[in-house]
């Protein structure tokens, strides 16, 4: 049966890091049907909504979704339903895709790219589970409201539910079997009634169904703290949204660049995962053909494995892209000079 991916470039690099995954796609499966819609302010500028009704409709049915990156300054001011960010957020919680996983890998000819000192990153392998469809991204009531006297309020609603607990621990638990068998729960149960429950639920379910499995329960600000002091500690975090969103970016940065890092978003087993590299649509450099395309085209391995059901390519693709970089492929992020292009050349000269 064919199989079929749909492409959402989006802004910024998106489309140039999109590019080098459709030939590289191409080379590896000539019979993978792609596919391919506006999305973020792209789809804004075409047609007046950072996702239309029909890419939702089409996300939910395909194989797999890969987006590239979305938003940028020219879409500042625009009202905050109709912000590029928006339609990405429509597209999670429609898709359901509550698990989104996020690993942090060093490879090894990059330890020097990395902020840290080559002894504290080298080897790093950790993954952290971020919640994704909940959390104060989605919480009601939210606003800006005027108080009288020019004073406004701003306000933003953190909330979590067992269930929506449970399955991304679920998954972070299953996860942890299968790597090194340690998860740290971060939240801050210390000050919050929802990190309260984040734990007492994650204590649950260890206790019924993962008992075999270490978990570790730790605070988010001490969990970004660790990080950077001894990252190796860690094996599989799970967070919810926002803390998730903000120790994501820190992991990134300890592989020597964000330009690496993809992503997968699961919902339940059986449905199209959302896969998407950790970088933003850097406007700094968009359309000069400098992005580094190995994040998306991780984000295209992710794919390969967890919904496209085939591990032997994505195997391939890992290999091709530990190649290239052992034989000194480098874009600028990674202290090098070549071009997203010659990037996507040197994977596909190593596939
Ligand atoms: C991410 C991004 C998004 C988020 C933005 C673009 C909405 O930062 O995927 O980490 O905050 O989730
Ligand atoms: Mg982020």
Redesign the pocket.
Known sequence: MTKTLLLLPGDGIGPEVIAEVRRVARALWPDLALEEAPFGGAALDAGGEPVSDATVARAKTVDAVLMGA??GPKWAGVARHLRP?AG??RLRKEMEVFANIRPALCFAALADASALKREIVEGLDIVIVRELTGGV?FGEPRGIEDIGGGEKRGVDTQVYTSNEIRRVARVAFELARKRGGLVHSAEKSNVMETGLLWREEVTKLHAADYADVKLEHILADNCAMQLVKAPRQFDVIVTDNLFG?IL??EAAMLTGSIGLLPSAALGEAGKPGLY?P?H?SAPDIAGQGLANPLAAILSFEMALRLSLGRADLADRLSAAVKTALDKGARTRDLGGAMGTREMGDAVLAAL
């Open positions: 979305v938003g960010e990405l957020l991204y969103d994501s970016d998407e950790v933003g």
